[in-house]
C-alpha cells in the first residue's frame, strides 16, 4: 500500500526537475513541526472535530433533552410535539421516590430487585471466571478447546444465546424441567420458570452463563502478566501450589479485578438484553429490573416524563456508587491518559 | 507458572472436577441450540429429548421462508456495518490526537468517553426516540423506523468503545515510529495513515469485530427503532413463535446462522481482543 500512494502524483521517476518543487514544501514544513504553536495546537482539535461533533449529537444533546423530558407531563398525546408537553416541574421525580404510592412502590421493587440480582449475577460470575482462569494457568491437554468452549456464550449474539435459554426454560418441553423431573425425579411438578419467583433463579443463571466468560477472558490475560521469577522463587523457598495461588496469583489480581468488578456491576446492573428475551416487554414481578421497568413505563404505558424521570435517577445512583468505588478502590487513578 | 515438576494431585483433581462442571454449565445449551436444530418439529414440541427421532436439515430450509430472515440479516449487516464503520473511522482520528498531542480539554474528553460507557442504554433511548420522531415530523423524512436513525443510535455504544480501545492500541505503538515519519517529512496525517494505522491493524481489526459484534447483538434500539422493513435479526428472531406454537427447531437454526460467524470471528480475534481491552481498561 505504502509504496503504491507516493509516486502517481507527486515526484513520478520521469520527473527530476519536479522533485525539487515536490520536495520543496516538505523542508520548510519539517522546520514547522516545532515551532508553529498555532498550527500544532489547532491539530489536535481538528482531528477531534468529528468526534466531538457526534458526541455531542449522540451524548451531550439526548442526555438535555431526557434531563428536560423528566420535568415535563410527557404522556402519549405529547409524543409527536414533545415541546407542547406542560411543564410539571419535578412531579415525576416526587411520584418516582414516593414509595407509598404504587408507581413509587414498584419502582422501589424493581430497583431492589436489581440490587439483588447485581450482588449474585456478578459475584458468581467473578467467581467462575477466576477459578477457571487460576485452574487453567498451567498448559494441560486441551486447553485450547475448553478455553474457546467457555468463552462461546460470551462471544454469542445475546439474543441468539437467552432465545436458547428460554428454550431450555420452558414448563413444558424444556430441557431444564425434563431433567430434574423425568430423568432425575429431584421435584413432584414441573416447575415454572419464565413466570412466578422462579424466574429470579433462571434470570441470575442465564445472566451468569454469559458474563462468566469475560471474567475469565480478562483475568487469564491478566494472569500472564504475573511475572515468573515470583513463582520460581517461591518454588525455591518451597511454597506449593495452592500457597503459590493463594500468595502470588489472588494477590497480583487485585488491581485487575477491581476495574474488572466495576464493568460487571455496570453492565448487569444496566441489563437489558438478557430480561427483555427471556420475558418480553413485561418482566415477572420477581425479575423486574429497572433498566426493564422503565422501558415498560415508557413504551407500554406511555409516559415519557416519568420514565426519564426514572432514567435520570438510574444515572445518579450510578454516578454515586460508581464514584465511591473509585474513591474507595483508587482504580480510576491509576489510568490517567 | 513455571514447574519442573507436575502439580499435585489435589490440584489435579480440583481442576478435574470443576472444569468439568464448567464445561456441562457452558455447553449444554450450545449442545442444546445445535442438536434442536437438526430436529423435526414433533421432537422440540412435545417432551424434549435428548437422542432426536431423526436427524433433518430442513429447519435450515424452512427458516429463510417462515420469516424473511434475508432481510432481516441484510438489515443486521447493514447497521452493524455502517455502525462499525463510522465509529473506527472517526475514533482513529480522535484516538491519535489523544494518544500523540497534549492539548487542553484531553482529560476531559477522555473521562466523558469513558464514562458514557457506563450510563445505561435506556438513557439515551428514550430522548433519541422523541428526537427522531419529532425531527421526522418536522422535516417529512422518516427518520423513525429508518436504518440511519439506528445506525445513529448505535454509534452511542461503538464510538466511544472505539476511541477508547484505539487510545490504548495506539499508545502501544513506539512514538518514535511517527517520529521518524514527521522528520522524513510526512504531515501528521501522512504519519497517522502511513506508520500508525498500518502498525495498528491488527488492533483496528479486533476494534471493528467487537463493535461490529455489539451492534449485531443490540436489542434495545432494535426492539424499539425498527419497522417492519428495517427490523434486525435480534427482532426478527421472535418471528418464529406464531399464536398457536412456537417453531423451536427454526429458532435454533435461525440462531445458528445468526451467531456461527460472530463467534467464529470472536474466537479467531479474542487475543487482540484482549490486549485491547486491557491496555484500555486493565492496565
Known amino acids: 500500500m505504502t509504496t503504491l500512494s507516493p509516486p502517481p502524483g507527486t515526484a513520478g ?19 514547522r513541526i516545532l515551532p508553529d504553536r498555532l ?80 450482588v449474585l449475577a456478578v459475584s458468581f460470575a467473578w467467581l467462575l471466571g477466576v477459578t477457571a482462569a487460576i485452574l487453567m494457568q498451567e498448559s494441560f491437554r486441551g486447553r485450547g478447546v475448553l478455553r474457546a468452549l467457555f468463552l462461546t456464550p460470551y462471544a454469542l449474539p445475546v439474543y441468539t444465546a437467552v432465545i436458547t435459554w428460554s428454550f431450555l426454560l420452558q414448563r413444558d418441553g424444556g430441557m431444564v424441567n425434563h431433567v430434574i423431573h423425568d430423568q432425575l425425579g429431584l421435584t413432584d411438578t414441573e416447575p415454572f420458570w419464565l413466570i412466578g ?43 506449593g501450589i495452592w500457597q503459590q495461588i493463594r500468595r502470588i496469583t489472588l494477590p497480583s489480581l487485585s488491581p485487575v479485578n477491581q476495574v474488572l468488578v466495576l464493568v460487571l456491576f455496570l453492565w448487569t446492573f444496566n441489563d437489558f438484553n438478557v430480561p427483555y428475551i427471556l420475558f418480553g416487554k413485561s418482566a415477572p414481578e420477581a425479575a423486574d429490573l429497572v433498566s426493564i421497568h422503565i422501558y415498560q413505563s415508557s413504551f407500554v404505558t406511555w409516559d415519557f416524563g416519568s420514565g426519564s424521570a426514572m432514567s435520570v435517577l438510574l444515572l445518579l445512583f450510578l454516578l454515586v456508587v460508581t464514584g465511591c468505588y473509585l474513591l474507595a478502590t483508587g482504580a480510576g487513578r491509576k489510568r490517567d491518559v | 507458572m ?25 455447553a449444554t445449551p450450545l449442545l442444546v441450540m445445535v442438536s434442536s436444530s437438526l430436529k423435526p418439529l414433533q421432537d422440540v414440541s412435545d417432551r424434549f429429548r435428548w437422542i432426536p427421532s431423526s436427524l433433518t436439515i430442513s429447519p435450515y430450509v424452512d427458516i429463510w421462508s417462515t420469516v424473511p430472515l434475508a432481510d432481516y440479516f441484510l438489515n443486521s449487516l447493514i447497521v452493524a456495518g455502517a455502525a462499525t464503520g463510522c465509529s473506527v473511522l472517526i475514533a482513529t482520528f480522535a484516538a491519535y490526537a489523544v494518544s500523540r498531542y497534549r492539548f487542553r ?12 460507557q457506563m450510563f445505561p442504554g435506556i438513557l439515551f433511548l428514550l430522548p433519541l426516540f422523541l428526537i427522531f420522531v419529532n425531527l421526522g415530523n418536522a422535516t417529512g423524512i422518516a427518520l423513525y423506523g429508518s436504518r440511519g436513525a439506528l445506525i445513529v443510535t448505535y454509534l452511542t455504544f461503538t464510538l466511544p468503545f472505539s476511541i477508547w480501545m484505539l487510545i490504548g492500541y495506539f499508545d502501544s505503538i ?88 460472530i463467534v467464529a470471528g470472536f474466537l479467531l480475534l479474542q487475543r487482540y481482543l484482549v490486549a485491547g481491552l486491557t491496555a484500555g481498561a486493565v492496565k
Not at chain 1, 13 to 31: C, M, V
Not at chain 2, 2 to 26: D, G, H, M, Y
Request: hydrophobic residues 50%; proline residues 7%.
Open chain 2, 2 to 26: 513455571v514447574s519442573p515438576t507436575a502439580p499435585p494431585r489435589s490440584f489435579v483433581w480440583t481442576r478435574r472436577i470443576v472444569l468439568t462442571l464448567l464445561t456441562i454449565f457452558a
Open chain 2, 105 to 116: 480539554g484531553k482529560r476531559l474528553f477522555t473521562v466523558t468517553i469513558l464514562s458514557t
Open chain 2, 174 to 261: 513506539p512514538r518514535d515510529l511517527d517520529e521518524a515519519a514527521l522528520t522524513d517529512g510526512c504531515g501528521p496525517l501522512g504519519a497517522l495513515m502511513r506508520v500508525v494505522v498500518p502498525a495498528a491493524v491488527p488492533g483496528i481489526v479486533a476494534v471493528a469485530v467487537y463493535s461490529f459484534m455489539t451492534a449485531w447483538g443490540e436489542v434495545l434500539f432494535a426492539s424499539v427503532m425498527t419497522n417492519e422493513t428495517t427490523r434486525t435479526l435480534a427482532i426478527g428472531l421472535q418471528g418464529y413463535a406464531t399464536q398457536t406454537q412456537v417453531y423451536w427447531n427454526q429458532v435454533m437454526a435461525a440462531s445458528l446462522v445468526a451467531s456461527v460467524p
Open chain 1, 197 to 239: 419467583d422462579n424466574s429470579f433463579v433462571a434470570l441470575v443463571v442465564v445472566a451468569v452463563w454469559r458474563t462468566w466468560p469475560f471474567a475469565f477472558l480478562i483475568l487469564m490475560a491478566a494472569l500472564q502478566n504475573i511475572p515468573k521469577e515470583l513463582y520460581e522463587a517461591a518454588q525455591v523457598d518451597g511454597a
Open chain 1, 39 to 118: 498550527r500544532r495546537a489547532g491539530l489536535p482539535y481538528l482531528l477531534l472535530l468529528p468526534a466531538l461533533v457526534l458526541e455531542i449529537l449522540i451524548h451531550l444533546a439526548p442526555m438535555v433533552v431526557g434531563v428536560v423530558m423528566s420535568f415535563k407531563e410527557l404522556t402519549q398525546q405529547y409524543i409527536r410535539d414533545w415541546g407542547a408537553a406542560p411543564w410539571i416541574g419535578a412531579d415525576n421525580f416526587r411520584i418516582a421516590v414516593d414509595v407509598n404510592a404504587p408507581v413509587g412502590e414498584a419502582l422501589l421493587h424493581s430497583f431492589l430487585v436489581t440490587c439483588a440480582f447485581t
Open chain 1, 13 to 31: 521517476p520521469t520527473a527530476p526537475e519536479a522533485a525539487p518543487a515536490g520536495n520543496g514544501p516538505s523542508l520548510p514544513r519539517r522546520r
